[in-house]
């Protein structure tokens, strides 16, 4: 009897724990090593995983820089990086690329959920969600009363979205259910349908826009072009009652300038799921009022966390039958 064409199964190392159902199907299909303390790895373990794996499931915690791809060049074994995560500026793609190393992604599963978590923000700011509930939990609040707890109304005012991809069209979605007008600043204008689906005005010129909202969502990637895309220039060209909401990347905005705008009353208050030097957190933030401070939790849905989890799996398994896996980063060589 000839003997069954048993394929190897890939070795797949994984950096930080997964929901528990993406941990039992990768068990299933692949030699996993997953990493049941999730202990963010340190450099050292991280370029000894890339050395011994095919597969490295990495995520927005592992600095997954030159030093990685080169140990992982010295055996020549990793061929996919799937990340965990839509973002990817935590991978030198140089790198990957230099080393022939497949990177995928997992776009278009935590659109909504980042963008509700966004609109949750431009809600909680101008409404001082936070700073009532800090009240109560203090046992500070004494009742109602016509002047307590003012905020600014969500009705009427302009939004600003920076980066109009899968995300920024998810929360011009929801922001016209509120009342919202939607302006946006992209490299690309959308096309005819898609603005005035969205009814969105597009601003070429971002330092226009910036200058006529009255509240500004960041919701592009972090790039080298958009390092600090925010900072002290920008931040006085905001009006004073503006609003800024962060959900994307901390290093899109200079931490430092936002700190001293908002002390400085250049602009009325920040809303930031993420930070420039996470988990670190400038301590003025925690100190200045009208900031909603939340942990990188954009995406955080069980259903969300689930989905990415599947997207990983699907594109190893794609790779493994030897095709291009669907949410590829780069292309050209793979
Ligand atoms: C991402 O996917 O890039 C998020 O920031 C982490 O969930």
Same mark, same amino acid.
């Given at each position: 009897?000839?003997a069954p064409?048993?394929?190897?199964r890939?070795k797949v190392?994984v950096?930080?724990? @997964?929901?528990?159902? =993406?941990?039992?199907r990768?068990?299933?299909? /692949?030699?996993?090593e997953l990493?049941?303390?999730?202990?963010?790895?340190t450099?050292?373990? @991280?370029a000894?995983?890339?050395r011994? #794996?095919? =597969?490295?499931?990495a995520? =927005?915690?592992?600095?997954?820089d +030159?030093a990685?791809?080169s140990?992982? #060049? $010295?055996?020549g074994?990793?061929?996919l990086l799937a990340n965990?995560?839509?973002?990817?500026d935590?991978i030198?793609l140089? %790198?990957?690329?230099?080393?022939?190393v497949?990177?995928?992604?997992?776009?278009? =599963?935590?659109?909504?959920?980042?963008?509700?978590m966004?609109?949750?923000?431009i809600? #909680?700011?101008?409404?001082?969600l936070?700073?009532?509930?800090?009240l109560?939990?203090?046992g500070?609040?004494h009742g109602w #009363?016509?002047?307590?707890?003012?905020?600014h109304?969500i009705?009427?005012?302009r939004l600003?979205i920076?980066?109009?991809?899968r995300?920024?069209r998810a929360i011009?979605?929801?922001?016209?259910g509120?009342?919202?007008?939607?302006?946006?600043?992209?490299r690309?204008? @959308?096309p005819? $349908?898609?603005e005035?689906?969205?009814?969105?005005?597009w601003?070429?010129?971002?330092d226009?826009? @910036?200058?006529r909202?009255?509240?500004?969502t960041?919701n592009c990637? !972090?790039?080298?072009e958009?390092?600090h895309?925010i900072?002290?220039?920008?931040?006085?060209?905001?009006?004073?009652q503006?609003?800024?909401?962060n959900?994307?990347?901390?290093?899109i905005?200079? $931490?430092? %300038?936002l700190c001293? +705008?908002?002390?400085?009353?250049?602009i009325?208050?920040a809303?930031?799921?993420v /930070?420039?030097?996470e988990?670190?957190?400038?301590?003025?933030?925690?100190e200045?009022p009208g900031?909603?401070l939340?942990? !990188?939790m954009?995406?955080?849905?069980?259903?969300?966390?689930?989905?990415?989890? $599947?997207?990983?799996i699907a594109?190893?398994?794609?790779w493994?039958?030897g !095709?291009?896996?669907?949410?590829?980063?780069l292309?050209?060589? %793979?």
């Open positions: 009897m000839p064409n048993v394929r190897p890939p190392i950096t930080r724990r @997964l929901p528990q159902a =993406v941990e039992a990768m068990a299933e299909l /692949f030699d996993v990493n049941l303390g999730d202990e963010p790895m450099q050292e373990q @991280l000894d995983a890339a011994r #794996s095919d =597969v490295l499931v995520t =927005v915690t592992d600095e997954v +030159a990685v791809f140990a992982a #060049s $010295e055996t074994k990793l061929k965990f995560g839509v973002g990817v935590h030198d140089g %790198a990957a690329r230099a080393a022939k497949v990177v995928t992604n997992t776009p278009g =599963v935590l659109t909504d959920d980042t963008a509700d966004v609109m949750a923000l809600l #909680s700011v101008p409404r001082r936070a700073e009532g509930e800090k109560v939990r203090a500070e609040w #009363s016509p002047t307590g707890m003012l905020g109304r009705t009427g005012k600003g920076i980066g109009m991809g995300i920024g011009a979605t929801r922001a016209r509120f009342g919202l007008t939607v302006h946006y600043h992209n690309h204008r @959308l005819p $349908e898609v005035a689906e969205l009814e969105a005005t601003w070429d010129n971002l226009a826009m @910036l200058a909202v009255d509240i500004i960041i990637p !972090h790039t080298p958009t390092h895309l900072g002290a220039r920008q931040f006085a060209l905001m009006q004073r503006a609003y800024i909401i959900a994307a990347r901390g290093e905005v200079d $931490e430092n %300038a001293e +705008a908002l002390a400085a009353g250049k009325a208050g809303g930031l799921d /930070f420039e030097n988990p670190a957190i400038d301590q003025r933030l925690m200045l900031v909603v939340i942990p !990188h954009g995406s955080a849905t069980f259903e969300g966390r689930q989905a990415m989890g $599947e997207k990983v594109n190893i398994r794609v493994v039958d !095709h291009r896996p669907p949410d590829q980063v292309e050209g060589w %793979a």
